[in-house]
């Protein structure tokens, strides 16, 4: 079946350390995002690519690194810079382009937690 | 630069109209979406409206665009209790719409 997979679903992190959050997706879609969603805060935006290779930092880089060595994956690494990292990370893909179906679809999401 | 924004809550009673409303600040969106979200779960798309149209329906679902006001809204008819969840709206940007924004959500409750 397509989709987006998201692993793990659940992740604690000791203060101080990386960790990285695996985002893969078999759609074909050119471009993925990395969202951070805090209570009452909707979705934020991290880091979006539009094709391999590439990459643009979105609303809240700081703190946070990615790649995109492959269509199919987009890792997100939260580093120690990231002061507030506890939070629920959504991935997402998207077909890009001029006609309908340009919509994101969504991963499961992991919740990240800094004990 | 872009903004999305909501009203975080709203309760309806069963069998009622659900309306939510959406206002964003940048006027060169190409396609706007509306996502629902159940607990601890990703965000599923519910419909989208390209922005050079007014409405759309679908089944329970309206969507209406005022483009000079910048505001979307998403009409739920005959709300039922599986409605419950967070709404999004969204927008994208760019000639291939590839930049998506999202607003706070609108947590949908109903009520017997």
């Known amino acids: 079946d397509g989709g987006i997979t998201q692993s793990p679903k659940y992740l604690f992190r000791k203060e101080g350390q990386n960790v990285t959050l695996s985002c893969e997706q078999n759609?074909?879609?050119?471009?993925m995002y990395w969202y951070r969603q805090d209570p009452g805060q909707g979705l934020r935006l991290i880091y979006y690519s539009q094709i391999v290779n590439d990459f643009q930092k979105g609303d809240i880089a700081e703190g946070y690194s990615v790649s995109r060595e492959k269509k199919e994956s987009f890792p997100l690494t939260v580093t120690s810079a990231q002061k507030n990292p506890t939070a629920f990370y959504l991935c997402a893909s998207s077909n890009p382009g001029q006609g309908a179906n340009t919509e994101a679809f969504f991963g499961q999401g992991t919740r990240l937690t800094v004990v | 630069g872009e903004d999305v924004e909501q009203s975080l809550f709203l309760s309806v009673r069963e069998g009622d109209s659900s309306v939510i409303n959406c206002t964003y600040t940048?006027?060169?969106?190409?396609?706007l979406y509306w996502y629902k979200q159940e607990p601890g779960a990703g965000l599923q798309l519910l419909t989208y409206?390209?922005?050079?149209?007014d409405m759309k329906q679908d089944q329970r679902l309206t969507v209406l665009l005022n483009k000079k006001d910048k505001h979307l809204s998403l009409r739920i008819a005959d709300t039922q209790t599986g409605d419950s969840a967070i709404y999004f709206c969204a927008e994208s940007f760019g000639s291939s719409a590839s930049k998506i924004i999202f607003g706070s959500g609108t947590r949908l409750s109903i009520r017997p």
């Open positions: 409206i390209f922005s050079n149209m």
């Open positions: 940048d006027s060169s969106s190409t396609y």
């Open positions: 759609l074909n879609h050119d471009a």
